[in-house]
């Protein structure tokens, strides 16, 4: 029976599980760090992101032809995809064992963990993950990427962007671009944003391989991260 269950939708970024090479060693203690939840009465969605795997094969395409962000897009989804199934067999018994390569799949929902990849076009796996959590009617969301926080500026532009522990959709909204764009790298890409500020969701952003501060999410207590609310 899943009636009871407590849901969490984890959006695990690309860059925790392929940050220059598959990091083998963080895999190993998340899936342990997950099983131990499936005993306390949780069940997970767990959607992969692309990392450099998809970042390569953009870069070198892009060395060959005038690639439109479109084929970018396609080739960070099957990067997304690749690294969903690798998800998939790490989690073995416990996971569903088809992808959710498309949110509004029929699934056996039975399992305990479900692990989802890219979809199409036009947005990252944010959107993706937010589709899921509706579906699932999930009890938490968390995108976990490299990120500790949301900053009022971008970090890599600004040395003096702040992090800020709580921010509403409306004031998130105003701190990206609107459009999406392939490799953006925002904490929550903009389709999803205006799709979770509709469905008036809360979503909590933070470092996804700091497995003690996704504890103390998971836990209700106090962590490090950005809560954004509608």
Not at 147 to 172: C, F, M, Q, R, S
Request: net charge positive.
């Amino acid at each position: 029976m899943t009636k009871n269950l407590e849901t969490i939708v984890i959006d695990l970024g690309g860059s925790i599980i392929v940050p220059d090479k598959i990091e083998t060693a963080f895999l190993k203690k998340f899936k342990k760090f997950i099983l131990e939840y499936l005993k306390q009465n949780k069940r997970f969605v767990i959607v992969a992101g692309g990392g450099i795997i998809a970042r390569n094969y953009q870069n070198a395409a892009a060395k060959i032809i005038k690639i439109s962000d479109e084929d970018k897009d396609w080739l960070g989804i099957h990067a997304t995809r690749l690294n969903a199934h690798l998800l998939r067999t790490i989690f073995e018994k416990e996971a569903c064992p088809t992808i959710f390569d498309n949110p509004f799949k029929k699934i056996d929902e039975k399992y305990r963990v479900f692990i989802g990849s890219g979809w199409k076009p036009g947005w990252s796996t944010d959107y993706d993950a937010i589709l899921l959590a509706k579906r699932f009617k999930a009890d938490k969301i968390i995108i976990a990427s490299k990120i500790d926080y949301v900053y009022n500026g971008d970090i890599k532009k600004h040395k003096n962007a702040k992090p800020l522990p709580e921010i509403t959709w409306a004031d998130y909204s105003k701190i990206i671009s609107s459009k999406w764009k392939p490799g953006m790298g925002v904490p929550v890409d903009p389709v999803a944003t205006r799709l979770a500020s509709k469905l008036k969701m809360e979503v909590i952003v933070t470092k996804g391989t700091d497995l003690k501060n996704l504890k103390n999410i998971i836990e209700n207590k106090k962590f490090k991260g950005t809560t954004i609310k509608p």
